[in-house]
Structure formats: structure tokens, C-alpha cells
């Protein structure tokens, strides 16, 4: 597994960095077994030190955990637990995706685009019907069962995944409602 440890305006040092590469790919391997890559982060805000972690698995499935103390070791520990914690939740789904898999998920290229929000009623519309876009970047749309896309957005706790569906080949989004449910559009499967 390739490790980028990285930290948000601190230096990250040779004995933490070993640290957690140790103690993640303790709990990634228990679970998953071909994991490709972690981005670990570190940042500290006021006395708080936060680390994030976001680990691809083979199967296209990305897990993320974050969590803060006020030590940088006790940070990565919680992290590092509540990563352990997901994949412990899902590693019956993750084998079974992982072994009727049997090369990773396949990846499409699409546009992802922000728009400028708007800022109140009294401000000025602008000329055209276009919104503006503030950002333009490139995104990746894998192609996964439904189950694993719901999967998907539970791991990285996403309100929304956009996917391609297996079955139809068609594009497809699975969302978390309001309600607590989740929701799935499927445009290609209209009665």
C-alpha cells in the first residue's frame, strides 16, 4: 500500500510517519485485502490536533475517517479506530465485492463544476441565464452495483455518490434523504 502522509502547516515527522504506517496498515489489512493507497493528513487548530484519513481499496471503494485531540498520536489512534470500525462494519461486503471482482472498478472521466452561491434576494441577477462557475475540475465516475455505490457513500460519509450502474450502464445517483433512507435515481429505468 502506498502511504502520503502530509501535514496542514506542520511538519510532520520520520517517527509519526512510521507510526502510521504501522498502525494503518495494521487495521486496512485486517480488512481489506488488496488496499491500494492512504492519504493521511494532519492539521492543528488552536491547541487541536486533527487527522483525516482516506484509504482507496481495490475494489474502488474509498473509506474516510477523521478525528481530533489534543495530542497528534491520540488524533491518528482515533483515527485509526473509527477507520477500523467502518471496514469491521462492512468487511463481510467488501470480500464478497472484492472476490466476484476480479479486476478493480472501472473509472470514467467526467466534469465536476462549482457554482457561485447566491448571496441574497436583494442582490443584482446576472445577465444571463448561465450561473457562474467558480471552479472547473476533473472528477471520476466509477461503475459499480448499486449496493456498492450505498456502500460507497456510507464509507465516505457523502450525502450523495453519482455512479454507473453495472447492470444498465447508464449513469445513476444514490443519495441520503432527509428522512434518514437513501434515495436512487435511475433515469434509464422508467416504466
Not at 485485502?33 to 492519504?39: F, I, N, Q, S, Y
Not at 470514467?108 to 452561491?117: H, K, M, Q, W
Request: aromatic share 6%.
Amino acid at each position: 500500500m502506498q502511504y502520503q502522509i502530509s501535514g496542514k502547516q506542520i511538519d510532520i515527522g520520520e517517527a509519526l510517519q512510521v507510526y502510521v504506517k504501522e498502525g494503518l496498515g495494521t487495521v486496512v489489512e485486517k480488512y481489506a485485502e488488496r488496499p491500494t493507497d492512504a492519504h493521511v493528513i494532519f492539521s492543528k487548530n488552536a491547541s487541536e490536533f486533527a487527522c483525516e484519513t482516506i484509504v482507496h481499496l481495490s475494489t474502488g471503494l474509498t473509506a474516510q475517517a477523521s478525528a481530533r485531540s489534543h495530542d497528534i498520536h491520540a488524533s491518528f489512534d482515533q483515527c485509526a479506530e473509527k477507520m477500523e470500525k467502518q471496514l469491521r462494519r462492512y468487511k463481510r461486503r467488501l470480500k464478497d465485492h472484492h472476490s466476484a471482482r476480479a479486476n478493480p472498478v472501472d473509472v470514467f472521466e467526467g466534469a465536476s463544476y462549482i457554482l457561485a452561491a447566491e448571496d441574497g434576494p436583494g442582490d443584482v441577477e446576472p445577465e444571463g441565464m448561465e450561473p457562474i462557475i467558480i471552479a472547473e475540475m476533473e472528477t471520476q465516475i466509477p461503475s459499480l452495483s448499486v449496493g456498492e455505490a450505498v456502500m460507497q457513500m456510507e464509507l465516505a460519509h457523502a450525502p450523495v455518490v453519482v455512479f454507473r450502474n453495472e447492470k444498465s450502464n447508464g449513469v445513476n445517483v444514490v443519495y441520503r434523504r432527509e428522512d434518514g433512507n437513501i434515495g436512487w435515481i435511475d433515469p434509464g429505468n422508467q416504466a
